[in-house]
């Protein structure tokens, strides 16, 4: 049975764990987009064996493929297309920074360093770096993202792993399934008998009578679908007591925890009403269905940047007092 490219990985994987090292034998070129972490380099050559003659090993911050990285999927073009890769193995590891990735830290580093927020556009800054909360589920949304692309066939494998920062230990997160198209159904000839059957002249038969349309029914009136009600308006003091409620009750939820400290550091620094507007919508997007008041707040809000022309000092003011 021949023993396909992942399991040989893993094997060289299991000699490396084991104090015996060695590389990959001769064959098909083949891709690795692995993150830009300086733990890897090496580690990363030898825990997976990788030749140099065959291994097309790409880096990007989070081995991340997805709408913003279009870098990614050229180089993962060329590498199927100009160097006839056949198989890519995206490959995430333990202890990345974007999984534990602040905001506030961010900011404060590039505000030291004399650039300025706008520089990022008005994106939250956590979806502007490709921040994610889990490194095993990154892989698999990477996996994904390409599949979506539709920049490779169909057919072409694509593994997920990750590898440990400190020991090198691949572990296996989406094996690559490819499904076969199954193959066309062919269709038995005819026997003989049923063949001078179907041949045989056959009596004339009737036309068979023509039927008479029946009368119209007379259609029955359409009732147009009920529209849903309108979120209710409300004011800009209420918004602020709608928010200013939302995050005292937050304060205390673990998970939001990193979240709030990054809009807090956002407040503090930020002098753009529209990116502090669109870091607080991103924030509040997943808790809007269980806090329904939440949306018209946001709305709100933004009306009253809207017709201020942007300058919207009281509205910073105000993002502050409700994070006060």
């Known amino acids: 049975m021949m023993t396909s490219l992942l399991e040989e990985v893993l094997a060289v994987n299991r000699s490396f764990l084991g104090g015996t090292p060695r590389p990959l034998g001769e064959g098909a070129p083949f891709m690795v987009l692995a993150c830009i972490d300086p733990r890897l380099t090496g580690l990363l050559e030898a825990a997976c064996g990788l030749p140099r003659g065959r291994a097309l ?129 062919i269709a038995s000839p005819p026997r003989v008998d049923q063949a001078r059957a179907e041949s045989a002249p056959r009596a004339a038969e009737a036309p068979p009578p023509v039927p008479r349309p029946a009368p119209a029914k007379p259609k029955p009136a359409q009732t147009a679908a009920p529209a849903k009600p309108a979120a209710p308006r409300v004011s800009l003091l209420e918004a602020a007591t709608i928010l200013h409620k939302f995050f005292r009750d937050q304060r205390h939820n673990p998970k939001f925890e990193h979240t709030l400290a990054d809009v807090l550091a956002l407040a503090k620094y930020e002098r753009n009403p529209a990116i502090l507007y669109n870091a607080l919508a991103s924030t509040l997007r997943e808790y809007q269905e269980e806090y329904p008041q939440l949306a018209p707040a946001l709305v709100s809000l ?23």
């Open 57 to 185: 090993v790409l880096r990007t911050a989070g081995n991340q493929v997805n709408e913003r990285t279009s870098d990614a999927l050229r180089s993962i073009a060329s590498g199927a297309y100009l160097k006839e890769a056949t198989e890519l193995f995206i490959v995430g590891h333990t202890d990345c920074a974007l999984a534990r990735f602040s905001s506030a830290d961010v900011i404060e580093r590039f505000r030291s360093l004399g650039v300025s927020r706008s520089a990022f556009g008005h994106d939250d800054l956590r979806a502007w770096f490709g921040a994610f909360a889990d490194v095993k589920a990154n892989v698999i949304e990477s996996a994904r993202a390409l599949r979506r692309a539709g920049v490779l066939p169909a057919a072409f494998p694509i593994h997920g792993l990750v590898i440990d920062s400190g020991s090198g230990a691949l572990e296996v997160i989406a094996e690559a399934n490819v499904e076969q198209p199954a193959a066309p159904s």
């Open 302 to 324: 933004k009306e009253s940047i809207e017709q201020r022309g942007g300058a919207g000092h009281e509205f910073l003011e105000l993002v502050r007092r409700v994070l006060d």
